[in-house]
């Protein structure tokens, strides 16, 4: 039986802390939906359009992933509701640090209530990309920082190109 997985996310934008999470999340699923959504309150460097043009870049141009083992779409709907949509059984959250952990916690909570299901499996990235943040990169980016262990070619060819 093929396994689906959602990893929901801002993707404002993706880093290699993301990318560690979709590597680990392709060793337990056969496949895996990488949702980029805009509808939680935040303030957007991309539009949701330009995310998802960053992800496939990201993923399909510099990092050579399977296009069949990987669908990235945008979504604007409950997390458990595109489960239902694309027969996802797994809900994928990345933990970055313990701070992270109660709210991931709670947000699995809800989804598990909304819908019992639906499972969420906890991955974390590499020790060496844990501190790293879609928040960071915007502000190493904005100060012309270097951004090369940080995130892809194409990533930091977008920031490049939104602060120059």
């Known amino acids: 039986m093929s396994k689906t997985a959602i990893y929901p996310g801002t993707f404002d934008p993706i880093t290699f802390g993301h990318i560690d999470v979709i590597k680990k999340s392709l060793k337990i699923v056969d496949k895996l939906i990488v949702a980029t959504t805009d509808n939680i309150e935040k303030?957007?460097?991309?539009?949701?359009?330009?995310?998802?043009?960053?992800?496939?870049?990201?993923?399909?141009?510099?990092?050579?992933f399977n296009k069949n083992k990987i669908k990235?779409?945008?979504f604007d709907d409950l997390t458990v509701k595109?489960?239902?949509?694309?027969?996802?059984?797994i809900?994928?959250?990345?933990?970055?640090?313990?701070?992270?952990?109660?709210?991931?916690?709670q947000l699995a909570g809800m989804n598990k209530k909304l819908d019992k299901n639906i499972e969420t499996i906890f991955?974390?990235?590499d020790i060496e990309n844990e501190i790293i943040s879609s928040k960071f990169i915007k502000e190493i980016g904005k100060l012309r920082g270097d951004l090369?262990?940080?995130?892809?070619?194409?990533?930091?060819?977008?920031?490049?190109?939104?602060?120059?």
């Open 43 to 64: 303030d957007y460097l991309f539009s949701i359009d330009e995310r998802m043009d960053i992800l496939k870049k990201s993923l399909f141009k510099d990092l050579r």
């Open 72 to 74: 990235i779409i945008a």
């Open 82 to 89: 595109i489960c239902k949509k694309y027969n996802a059984s």
């Open 91 to 105: 809900i994928i959250r990345g933990l970055r640090a313990v701070s992270d952990f109660e709210y991931e916690f």
């Open 123 to 125: 991955l974390m990235s």
């Open 148 to 164: 090369k262990k940080f995130a892809t070619k194409s990533v930091i060819k977008a920031i490049k190109a939104k602060f120059s």
